[in-house]
């Protein structure tokens, strides 16, 4: 059965400047590609070919990777500028509704190509262990490891990782959830992942775990220049 993917590329990219002033931080290289190609090739890598990016600032810049990579389809997210990234999973939300899907960050530094080939058999989030206090996006789960908070703040939790996989019944259930938070009061302020927190006890989440030799956020600009330095 078909498996797609949302990459999330509609943010400004503020921390990353004056690198993003004429670029979207996803379209910023690393070596001789950019950060959302290496996102796209782990994708083809487990054999996804049904990729939807959404975009907003300099959108019309990744019309280039149409021409480089099968299967993209560009989806405009129109009110970047003023709501937070639950716009981007409620642009995309007809997508959730064909099968299993992947939800990434497009600014990630994927140095594995073969992070998303494991064998995935419920929905899960991408995430890093971090030994201590974390004020970072966290898991926090139960004893059976099943995610029961999503959010900040956390010790001895996984990190976020900017990649999360659903089922099919479990993605077509998050796309009624954001349709269901979109346009509430406050949704202007709502991450996507803040709507998965409110509905935790309706999905049955786990963490897929990963390291930092496998993926990377680039956050910084002194992350930034370092992922130059390595490449």
Request: proline share 2%; net charge negative; glycine share 6%.
């Amino acid at each position: 059965m078909a498996e797609y993917a949302i990459l999330m590329a509609a943010g400004m990219g503020t921390r990353l400047r004056p690198y993003t002033a004429d670029t979207p931080k996803p379209l910023l290289k690393v070596g001789e590609l950019a950060l959302i190609e290496t996102v796209i090739r782990a994708l083809h890598k487990r054999g996804v070919k049904k990729i939807f990016i959404v975009t907003g600032y300099l959108g019309d810049q990744f019309r280039a990777l149409q021409e480089k990579y099968e299967g993209i389809t560009l989806l405009k997210n129109t009110v970047f500028e003023t709501v937070n990234n639950i716009s981007s999973v409620y642009v995309a939300r007809e997508v959730l509704k064909k099968g299993s899907c992947f939800i990434c960050e497009a600014d990630l530094l994927v140095t594995d190509e073969e992070l998303l080939c494991a064998d995935l058999k419920n929905s899960c989030y991408f995430g890093r262990f971090q030994k201590g206090f974390s004020d970072d996006w966290i898991f926090e789960q139960d004893a059976k490891g099943i995610i029961t908070r999503v959010g900040k703040n956390g010790t001895d939790v996984y990190n976020m990782a900017g990649i999360s996989y659903w089922t099919a019944e479990e993605a077509k259930h998050l796309s009624e959830c954001i349709e269901q938070e979109y346009g509430a009061d406050g949704y202007e302020d709502l991450f996507w992942d803040d709507v998965v927190n409110k509905h935790i006890s309706e999905f049955r989440l786990t963490v897929h775990p990963v390291t930092r030799e496998q993926i990377t956020e680039i956050d910084t600009v002194a992350e930034y220049e370092e992922a130059c330095r390595l490449s």
